[in-house]
C-alpha cells in the first residue's frame, strides 16, 4: 500500500478527470500550501525532559481561512497530516463554508501521560505553531484524542502571547468559554443525518434499521446515540480498540457512555450478547456500516465480506485504497467523510462566528442549521452523483472542487 496521501489524490483524481477540470487547478490542489514541523522539549512530572514532534498543515486557502482538527496519536506522520488536511480543504468547500483546509498532529499516546503532562504538551505545541494560526489565518479544532479542556489551553496560550483574548482562534472550545452549544455531538449528529437521508434514498426504513459502529470515541458515540434516540435506529454492536461487541436487541447507548467513563473501554460490557473482533464487527449483517475510528480500516479483502448496504464514514479516510471499488461494485452506497462527518466543522464555523460577533445561540438553533446545511450538501451531492453517473464520493470532490476552483480562478495566481 502507498502513501495515505497518495491514497486520497487518487480518489480526488477520478473526479479531477470526471469533471474536466483544469489541470493548473489540479496541480495546486495536488500540492499543500504550507507544511510545518515542530519539535519541541516539553518538562514531565518528575522533572525529566521529552521531546515531541507535532505538524501542521495548510492544504488550501483559497476560499478563507484554513481550518482542521489537531490530533494527538502514537501514528501521527507528516503523510497522516497532509492527508488529512487535503480532506479538510474538500469537506469545507462541500458544506459550502468560507474555509480552506488544515490539520494539525502531535505524535503522542496521551493514556501515557498526566493531565498536567498533556497541558504543557499542548500549551508549548500551541506555542510553536502560532506563527501560522490565527482566527483570520488557520483555526484549529479537536480532533482524535483532543478535547474542549485542550482547546481552552490552545486559546489561553494563543491569547498570552498576543496580549489579548482571543476566542477566535480554535473552535471545539468548552461552553461559557466561547464554545458553541452542540458542538460536542456535531460530527455525530451530522453522521445520523446523512445516515437517514441515505436510507431514505434507498427506500429503507431508518426507524427500522440495523446499525454496526466501529469506534466508540466522540463520533461513534455520538453517531450511536442520535441514530438510536432520535432516528429509531438499532445499534447492535459496537466497538473500541479493544473489540467489538454484540447485541442483537440494540444497546442503550447512554448507559453505555456512562460504562466507558467508569471503565475507560466499552468491550467488556456485561449486556452483550456476544464479543467479536473488530474486523468481525465491519462483516455483519446489518443495514448500515459506520466506521468510526482511523484511516484504512476497510481493506480491499475486508471489503468483500461487507454486508452492510449502506456505509457512512464517520472517520477520515476509512475505505484503504482499492476498498471503494469493492463495494462499488456490489451496490453498497458509501457516504464519504467529506460530507458524512462535516457536521464537526460545520458546527464549529458557527462557533467561529459566534466568538467573531461575541453573540451566542441557542442550542435548537445550532441543530437547525446544522441539520439543514447537512441535507443541502447531501441533496447537491446526490445531484451531482445522478448528473455525472458516479459514486458518492466523487460526486463530493465535483461538488466540492468546482467551489475551490471558482474561487483560485476568479482570485487569479499572484503575482
Ligand atoms: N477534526 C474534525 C474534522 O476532521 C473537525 C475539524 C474542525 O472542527 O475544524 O472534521
Known sequence: ????????????????????????????????????????????????TEVFTGYRVQHNIALGPAKGGVR??????????KSLAFWMTFKCAVMGLPYGGA????????????????????????????IIVGPDKDIPAPDVNTTPDIMAWFMDTYSMNVGYSSMGVVTGKPVGLGGSQGRTEAT???????????????????????????????????????????????????????????????????????????????????????KMSNEDLKKLDVDILVPAALENSITPELAKDVKAKIIVEGANGPLAEGADEVLNEKGILIIPDILANAGGVTVSYFEWVQDLQSFFWKH??????????????????????????????????????????FATQKRGIYP
Open 188 to 274: 455525530g449528529r451530522g453522521v445520523s443525518a446523512v445516515a437517514a437521508l441515505g436510507a431514505k434514498a434507498k427506500g429503507m426504513d431508518i426507524s427500522k434499521a440495523t446499525v454496526a459502529i466501529e469506534g466508540f470515541g466522540n463520533v461513534g458515540q455520538y453517531a450511536a446515540l442520535l441514530l438510536s434516540t432520535e432516528k429509531g435506529a438499532k445499534i447492535v454492536a459496537l466497538s473500541d480498540s479493544r473489540g467489538a461487541i454484540y447485541n442483537s436487541n440494540g444497546f442503550d447507548i447512554k448507559e453505555l457512555m456512562q460504562y466507558k467513563v467508569e471503565h475507560g473501554t466499552i468491550a467488556d460490557y456485561p449486556k452483550a450478547e456476544s
Open 364 to 405: 435548537e438553533q445550532v441543530n437547525e442549521a446544522l441539520e439543514e446545511m447537512m441535507a443541502n450538501a447531501f441533496n447537491e451531492v446526490w445531484k451531482a452523483k445522478e448528473e455525472y453517473s458516479t459514486d458518492m464520493r466523487t460526486a463530493a470532490y465535483i461538488v466540492a472542487t468546482n467551489r475551490v476552483a
Open 1 to 48: 500500500m502507498g502513501s495515505i496521501y497518495e491514497s486520497a489524490l487518487e480518489k480526488f483524481g477520478k473526479a479531477a478527470d470526471l469533471m474536466k477540470l483544469d489541470p493548473g487547478i489540479r496541480k495546486i490542489l495536488e500540492h499543500p500550501k504550507r507544511q510545518l514541523i515542530v519539535e519541541f522539549p516539553v518538562e514531565m512530572d518528575d522533572g525529566s
Open 72 to 81: 494527538y496519536h502514537p501514528n501521527v506522520s507528516l503523510d497522516e497530516v
Open 103 to 130: 490539520k494539525g498532529g502531535v505524535k503522542i499516546d496521551p493514556k501515557k501521560y498526566s493531565k498536567k503532562e498533556i497541558e504543557r504538551v499542548s500549551r508549548r505545541y500551541f506555542s510553536e505553531i502560532s
